[in-house]
């Protein structure tokens, strides 16, 4: 038993002269919930498609609870829920008949199906359309019987590239509160998104893919600490902002200030403590200070500082 | 236990969810419908014009048996003539409209295996053509209002529609899954499917006039030599319908020139030689089939 769901070494893919994956190498620890982060073309779905056994990789390996995914394809098809960026339905079927193909597709018995699918249907909230053909159903609840389809089967794995894609603020708070319980069941999820915020909200560690390297990956906020190496201070004060930008200049830690009206920004390269003694340091030459904060930096920070090189001082 | 056995694996395959969801999507679309009201219609003009000719013809008072037999073999060119048009484009999208609908990708991330995807894809499809066919048998029916056909003939030439619609079938779900767009793989099949009856009856000719200028010239004497030949003609549906409907001495008058030695397709009928012709194309498309529809590592 490996204590690990997925295990990738060295992995790289090419189609002709384009390499879309470069030699990743990542582990994913069981029950963990992966957000993968990358700009369009990075190479996400890619390694997405590798890990459910719809792609061969070029060079390296993947493996899914220690079985590799070309050598046991059909073992990991049994281990993985696979939800991909964009997918279509089967129009003329409905909503149970739908989870029915999908269930016998993975060798359920029909009388199991049968007390599962309403199970899941209550999952997902469309159990009041059980008995609509699927071409009916919004995009939210295509998406929402989509991921009820990926759990047919009890996976230990969730392959999830884009779920919130083109959903209405809504249906995306819906998606999320589902991944979530998802999350409490103790699944390993996969999960690439553009909307970043959300994303940090319910994963324990990201991936940052770029051109097909991966320049990033680890717990969100250890990342943050590694790459946001300079603090953005703000400091709003009642007058004398250029005296107290003068100030500010002198004081060792402090790499640049910005005056933006009332208030100040300063670009500070020291930790808590240093940022305390600042604050005090202010204090005490008697400027009246109105507030003092230090701007959070979200998801989206720590992606472009990555992507744009901004957090190159590691 | 041995027997049951082999039967419930068959009975499990007939009803797996592939061919479950492909009957429901098929017979839910008004169509399936259509196409079935534009076959019969074009079989009935058929059928209309053959049988007002047989009829004029006994008012003449010249009707014989050998006018049934006529009106038989019409009908049954007619309905391969339709079995080939039609079956490219009930097969040849089975793969590629699944691509196109981004729906291929969940399917093949399930535990169905491709060899049961594709038979299945290629099972739902042959019934639809074999309920259409089927459907076509009243019409048959009038020709034993004039005798002179056996049942036998034509449970025969309905077994050969049957071999027809697999292997046209089979073709169509090749291209279908080699093929990213269902607009081509339907154009590749039904380039296929002419030349099955078009091309092989072209080379045979070409081939004919060569040989013969070749003999003209003195290169050979011997007719045995060029019997070769007429296995273009085995390969093309048209003759081996022929064959069938003609108990194959047609085939044997042609290859009963005073010759050297023969071969053992010398002395087959052509249907047979057919059969066993595209029996093995039938089996490489599917092993094709199945083998492109999800990516498998080189050994």
Same mark, same amino acid.
Request: glycine share 8%; net charge neutral.
């Given at each position: 038993?490996?204590?690990?769901?997925?295990?990738?070494?060295?992995?790289?893919?090419?189609?002709?002269?384009?390499?879309?994956?470069?030699?990743?190498?990542?582990?994913?620890?069981?029950?963990?919930?992966?957000?993968?982060?990358?700009?369009?073309?990075?190479? #996400? $779905?890619?390694?997405?498609? !590798? +890990?459910?056994?719809?792609?061969?990789?070029? /060079?390296?390996?993947?493996? @899914? &609870?220690?079985?590799?995914?070309?050598?046991?394809?059909?073992?990991?098809?049994?281990?993985?829920?696979?939800?991909?960026?964009?997918?279509?339905?089967?129009?003329?079927?409905?909503?149970?008949?739908?989870?029915?193909?999908?269930?016998?597709?993975?060798?359920?018995?029909?009388?199991?199906?049968?007390?599962?699918?309403?199970?899941?249907?209550?999952?997902?909230?469309?159990?009041?359309?059980?008995?609509?053909?699927?071409?009916?159903?919004?995009?939210?609840?295509?998406?929402?019987?989509?991921?009820?389809?990926?759990?047919?089967?009890?996976?230990?794995?969730?392959?999830?590239?884009?779920?919130?894609?083109?959903?209405?603020?809504?249906?995306?708070?819906?998606?999320?509160?589902?991944?979530?319980?998802? #999350? $409490?069941?103790?699944?390993? !999820? +996969?999960?690439?998104?553009?909307?970043?915020? /959300?994303?940090?909200?319910? @994963? &324990?560690?990201?991936?940052?893919?770029?051109?097909?390297?991966?320049?990033?990956?680890?717990?969100?906020?250890?990342?943050?600490?590694?790459?946001?190496?300079?603090?953005?201070?703000?400091?709003?004060?009642?007058?004398?902002?250029?005296?107290?930008?003068?100030?500010?200049?002198?004081?060792?830690?402090?790499?640049?200030?910005?005056?933006?009206?009332?208030?100040?920004?300063?670009?500070?390269?020291?930790?808590?403590?240093?940022?305390?003694?600042?604050?005090?340091?202010?204090?005490?030459?008697?400027?009246?200070?109105?507030?003092?904060?230090?701007?959070?930096?979200?998801?989206?920070?720590?992606?472009?500082?990555?992507?744009?090189?901004?957090?190159?001082?590691? | 236990?041995?027997?049951?056995?082999?039967?419930?694996?068959?009975?499990?395959?007939?009803?797996?969810?592939?061919?479950?969801?492909?009957?429901?999507?098929?017979?839910?679309?008004?169509?399936?419908?259509?196409?079935?009201?534009?076959?019969?219609?074009?079989?009935?003009?058929?059928?209309?014009?053959?049988?007002?000719?047989?009829?004029?013809?006994?008012?003449?008072?010249?009707?014989?048996?050998?006018?049934?037999?006529?009106?038989?073999?019409?009908?049954?060119?007619?309905?391969?003539?339709?079995?080939?048009?039609?079956?490219?484009?009930?097969?040849?999208?089975?793969?590629?409209?699944?691509?196109?609908?981004?729906?291929?990708?969940?399917?093949?991330?399930?535990?169905?295996?491709?060899?049961?995807?594709?038979?299945?894809?290629?099972?739902?499809?042959?019934?639809?053509?074999?309920?259409?066919?089927?459907?076509?048998?009243?019409?048959?029916?009038?020709?034993?209002?004039?005798?002179?056909?056996?049942?036998?003939?034509?449970?025969?030439?309905?077994?050969?529609?049957?071999?027809?619609?697999?292997?046209?079938?089979?073709?169509?779900?090749?291209?279908?899954?080699?093929?990213?767009?269902?607009?081509?793989?339907?154009?590749?099949?039904?380039?296929?499917?002419?030349?099955?009856?078009?091309?092989?009856?072209?080379?045979?000719?070409?081939?004919?006039?060569?040989?013969?200028?070749?003999?003209?010239?003195?290169?050979?004497?011997?007719?045995?030599?060029?019997?070769?030949?007429?296995?273009?003609?085995?390969?093309?549906?048209?003759?081996?319908?022929?064959?069938?409907?003609?108990?194959?001495?047609?085939?044997?008058?042609?290859?009963?020139?005073?010759?050297?030695?023969?071969?053992?397709?010398?002395?087959?009928?052509?249907?047979?030689?057919?059969?066993?012709?595209?029996?093995?194309?039938?089996?490489?498309?599917?092993?094709?089939?199945?083998?492109?529809?999800?990516?498998?590592?080189?050994?």
């Amino acid at each position: 038993m490996t204590e690990y769901m997925i295990e990738i070494q060295g992995l790289k893919k090419t189609f002709g002269t384009f390499h879309a994956l470069k030699g990743i190498d990542l582990n994913i620890p069981k029950g963990t919930v992966f957000g993968f982060v990358g700009p369009n073309g990075a190479g #996400k $779905s890619t390694t997405m498609s !590798i +890990i459910a056994t719809l792609m061969l990789p070029t /060079e390296g390996t993947v493996k @899914v &609870d220690g079985l590799d995914v070309t050598d046991h394809p059909h073992e990991v098809r049994k281990k993985i829920g696979y939800m991909p960026d964009f997918f279509g339905v089967y129009d003329q079927l409905k909503t149970v008949e739908y989870l029915h193909f999908y269930g016998g597709s993975y060798g359920i018995p029909r009388k199991e199906r049968e007390e599962l699918i309403p199970q899941l249907l209550e999952l997902v909230n469309l159990s009041d359309k059980k008995d609509a053909y699927v071409d009916s159903l919004s995009r939210g609840m295509k998406q929402r019987l989509c991921l009820a389809r990926c759990l047919v089967h009890d996976p230990d794995l969730l392959i999830l590239d884009e779920p919130a894609s083109g959903l209405d603020p809504r249906a995306r708070i819906e998606m999320r509160e589902i991944l979530k319980e998802l #999350k $409490s069941m103790g699944k390993t !999820i +996969i999960i690439s998104s553009h909307i970043l915020p /959300e994303l940090a909200e319910m @994963v &324990d560690e990201i991936g940052v893919i770029e051109h097909g390297d991966m320049i990033a990956v680890g717990n969100i906020n250890r990342i943050q600490q590694q790459l946001m190496a300079k603090r953005q201070l703000t400091i709003k004060t009642s007058s004398r902002h250029e005296e107290l930008k003068q100030f500010l200049l002198d004081q060792p830690l402090v790499q640049g200030v910005f005056i933006d009206g009332a208030k100040l920004e300063v670009q500070f390269s020291g930790q808590d403590v240093e940022q305390a003694a600042l604050l005090k340091s202010i204090l005490l030459a008697d400027y009246e200070v109105i507030s003092y904060q230090e701007q959070q930096t979200d998801l989206e920070d720590i992606f472009l500082a990555i992507t744009r090189g901004g957090g190159a001082e590691q | 236990m041995s027997k049951i056995q082999p039967m419930q694996s068959m009975k499990q395959f007939f009803l797996n969810p592939v061919i479950d969801k492909e009957y429901r999507l098929r017979m839910r679309t008004s169509r399936s419908m259509w196409t079935l009201l534009a076959y019969l219609i074009a079989m009935g003009l058929f059928a209309g014009v053959i049988f007002s000719i047989v009829g004029m013809e006994q008012r003449n008072s010249i009707y014989s048996s050998g006018f049934t037999g006529i009106t038989f073999i019409v009908l049954s060119f007619a309905q391969l003539g339709l079995i080939a048009f039609m079956s490219p484009g009930l097969t040849a999208g089975v793969i590629s409209s699944e691509r196109e609908k981004q729906t291929l990708n969940l399917l093949l991330t399930t535990q169905q295996t491709s060899f049961t995807i594709i038979v299945s894809k290629l099972i739902s499809s042959i019934s639809f053509m074999l309920i259409i066919v089927f459907s076509t048998l009243p019409l048959y029916g009038i020709v034993f209002l004039y005798g002179g056909i056996a049942p036998m003939q034509l449970l025969t030439i309905f077994a050969f529609f049957i071999f027809n619609m697999i292997v046209f079938g089979a073709f169509g779900v090749l291209f279908s899954t080699i093929f990213k767009r269902t607009m081509i793989a339907v154009i590749v099949t039904y380039g296929v499917v002419l030349f099955m009856f078009v091309g092989t009856g072209i080379f045979y000719l070409l081939l004919s006039f060569g040989y013969n200028s070749y003999a003209y010239n003195g290169g050979s004497t011997n007719p045995g030599d060029y019997s070769w030949i007429l296995h273009f003609l085995a390969i093309n549906p048209g003759f081996a319908l022929y064959s069938v409907l003609d108990s194959g001495d047609w085939y044997m008058s042609l290859v009963n020139s005073p010759s050297g030695v023969k071969t053992f397709f010398d002395y087959v009928p052509f249907w047979l030689e057919y059969v066993i012709f595209y029996t093995v194309m039938l089996v490489l498309a599917m092993y094709g089939a199945i083998r492109k529809l999800r990516p498998v590592k080189r050994k």
